[in-house]
């Protein structure tokens, strides 16, 4: 069964870190390219940042660059997205996607054959 699997999300003061992991089981992630995408309470979801796929380089928006790293571990079969610096409007569901059809030059697209996690809560606050 193709499946992504999301952990490491929390409750965090602001400035403190997390992270992310998102484990493919089923499939090679490492050949996909990975996006990583946030859905705050009554917001639209978000894209975070990406990888490509096969050594593919890294994007991020923003909002988190300098703060946020997304990096792979294939023999783990994961993607991890490191979260330092965290602020209170970082709160919001975390998901990871997958998918061969996208790159990663300036953001992920997402198509309807995209594999999705199931989403963790990151919650910054004091």
């Known amino acids: 069964q193709v499946q992504l699997v999301e952990s490491g999300g929390g409750s965090v003061q602001p400035g403190g870190s997390l992270r992310l992991s998102c484990a493919a089981a089923?499939?090679?992630?490492?050949?996909?390219?990975v996006g990583w995408f946030r859905q705050a309470p009554g917001k639209e979801r978000e894209g975070v940042g990406c990888?490509?796929?096969?050594?593919?380089?890294?994007y991020y928006v923003d909002s988190v660059k300098g703060r946020f790293t997304i990096s792979r571990d294939n023999a783990e079969n994961t993607v991890h997205l490191q979260m330092d610096r965290l602020r209170p409007d970082d709160t919001a569901v975390y998901y990871c996607?997958?998918?061969?059809?996208?790159?990663?030059?300036?953001?992920?697209?997402?198509?309807?054959?995209?594999?999705w996690g199931q989403g963790t809560q990151v919650t910054v606050s004091s």
């Open positions: 089923g499939f090679t992630l490492d050949y996909y390219a």
């Open positions: 990888v490509g796929g096969s050594g593919g380089s890294t």
């Open positions: 996607a997958a998918d061969l059809a996208s790159g990663c030059t300036d953001g992920f697209t997402t198509h309807p054959g995209s594999v």
